[in-house]
Nanobody, 121 residues
Framework: QVQLVESGGGLVQAGGSLTLSCAAS????????MGWYRQAPGKQRELVAQ???????NYGDSVKARFNISRDNAKNTVYLQMNSLKPEDTALYYC???????????????WGQGTQVTVSS
């Protein structure tokens, strides 16, 4: 069983910054991606950003140029630096880990408990 432990959420004013962290409880030698999704009340969960083990990144359109994702493979940890935050960034942010097998077949997917980010106007 894998646990994803998130930290760093909170309340911030518009234009401010926050950094989220998520640590996985074990190391995976398979191809994997770590990332963040978010879900606001009444909306579907959406991709914020994800990063592969070799640091290739993918961002949701609404956060490009404002958010930066990075990872430390030695610590099994992924970080999300969020800058120029807007009220519409308010959501529950979930850490995500995807494990792939040969042929990039998704073998397993894990989710954190979620950390609340609230941006006041």
């Amino acid at each position: 069983q894998v646990q994803l432990v998130e930290s760093g959420g909170g309340l911030v004013q518009a234009g401010g910054s926050l950094t989220l962290s998520c640590a996985a409880s074990r190391t995976f030698f398979n191809i994997n991606t770590m990332g963040w999704y978010r879900q606001a009340p009444g909306k579907q969960r959406e991709l914020v950003a994800q990063i592969t083990k070799d640091s290739r990144t993918n961002y949701g359109d609404s956060v490009k140029a404002r958010f930066n994702i990075s990872r430390d493979n030695a610590k099994n940890t992924v970080y999300l630096q969020m800058n120029s935050l807007k009220p519409e960034d308010t959501a529950l942010y979930y850490c995500n880990l995807k494990i792939y097998g040969p042929g990039m077949i998704l073998l397993n997917q894990y989710w954190g408990q979620g950390t609340q980010v609230t941006v006041s106007s």
